[in-house]
């Protein structure tokens, strides 16, 4: 277990041994806050298997439209503008 401080120090070497396998768990004041760890690289799976355990794991919200549409256009994002005022204008 590492804390913060250390890890900022020596960030680069602690991404490389995550990379291959061994995980970091960070504390902060001394209590575990976090853990660095390899990123799971699965090939298996459809999109829509890979989307449903990111909805069971609470990662992400499902969404409500199950029709699989995707809208036709790209929309613009500024930042520091609330994501609500931005839904809104983008709906009507």
């Not at 575990?32 to 799976?45: K, N, Q, R």
């Amino acid at each position: 277990m590492i804390g913060v401080r250390e890890l900022r120090t020596d960030l680069a070497a602690h991404v490389r041994r995550a990379a291959n396998g061994e995980p970091t768990i960070v504390s902060i004041n001394g209590h575990p806050a976090a853990v660095l760890a390899p990123l799971a690289m699965s090939d298996e799976g459809s999109p829509a298997t890979q989307l449903s355990s990111l909805v069971n794991s609470g990662a992400v919200v499902a969404p409500r439209r199950g029709d699989g549409r995707v809208p036709e256009r790209m929309v613009a994002v500024w930042g520091n503008v609330r994501l609500d005022r931005l839904l809104r204008e983008i709906r009507g």
